[in-house]
T-cell receptor, first 114, second 115 residues
Framework: ETGVTQSPTHLIKTRGQQVTLRCSSQ?????VSWYQQALGQGPQFIFQ???????GRGNFPPRFSGLQFPNYSSELNVNALELDDSALYLC?????????????FGSGTRLTVV | AQTVTQSQPEMSVQEAETVTLSCTYD???????LFWYKQPPSRQMILVIR??????QNATENRFSVNFQKAAKSFSLKISDSQLGDAAMYFC????????????FGTGTSLTVIP
């Protein structure tokens, strides 16, 4: 059983650029959630994807967007990067209806915006 | 909106001793789930223990146990016989049983285990 894989592990972007982060969900999981974890903070919910549709969104602007593919993998896209977007981005996969847990987190992508 | 508060930014414990991490939360919901996650330097969030709000019995997982006080909206984690591998950031998290598509995390407690 494979876990959640995120790529890349680290990257550096310039303010105003666009970035795409990728997440492969755990085998058997059909739902992917994305979180932003700023330094010294807990993760903040960005959005969740289920059956290739957005299934809930946190307090993030529209320049944060996502996709989910038929194989349940997902992408997080951020346009017009700002310095405050520097953070660890975590992906978590789960099986729909798994409110009690059953979430598997990846090791994240560390994004630095300069 | 639900909020989760962890008032201890840092804690330390001697190896083999017991430590308790505190967490309080605010919600108007009656049915929800509470979690403790561990985040080691590898950055992956690892589930330590979880509690269903409708259960009065406190959850236990080996050396980890919780003290769930629903009326006080308190959910503390007790780690017994602390081991060096327990050193990590610990996050308390809330999840609604009804809308349940997101975790609300606290700001974390950094636990140091002293040999």
């Amino acid at each position: 059983e494979t876990g959640v894989t995120q790529s890349p592990t680290h990257l550096i972007k310039t303010r105003g650029q666009q970035v795409t982060l990728r997440c492969s969900s755990q085998s058997g999981h059909n739902t992917v959630s994305w979180y932003q974890q700023a330094l010294g903070q807990g993760p903040q919910f960005i959005f969740q994807y289920y059956r290739e549709e957005e299934n809930g969104r946190g307090n993030f602007p529209p320049r944060f967007s996502g996709l989910q593919f038929p194989n349940y993998s997902s992408e997080l896209n951020v346009n017009a990067l700002e310095l405050d977007d520097s953070a660890l981005y975590l992906c978590a996969s789960s099986l729909a209806g798994g409110a009690m847990g059953g979430y598997t987190f990846g090791s994240g992508t560390r994004l630095t915006v300069v | 909106a639900q909020t989760v508060t962890q008032s201890q930014p840092e804690m330390s414990v001697q190896e083999a001793e017991t430590v308790t991490l505190s967490c309080t939360y605010d919600t108007s919901e009656s049915d929800y789930y509470l979690f403790w996650y561990k985040q080691p330097p590898s950055r992956q969030m690892i589930l330590v223990i979880r509690q269903e709000a409708y259960k009065q019995q406190n959850a236990t997982e080996n050396r980890f146990s919780v003290n769930f006080q629903k009326a006080a909206k308190s959910f503390s984690l007790k780690i017994s016989d602390s081991q060096l591998g327990d050193a990590a950031m610990y996050f308390c998290a809330y999840r609604s049983a009804d809308t349940g598509n997101q975790f609300y995390f606290g700001t974390g407690t950094s636990l140091t285990v002293i040999p």
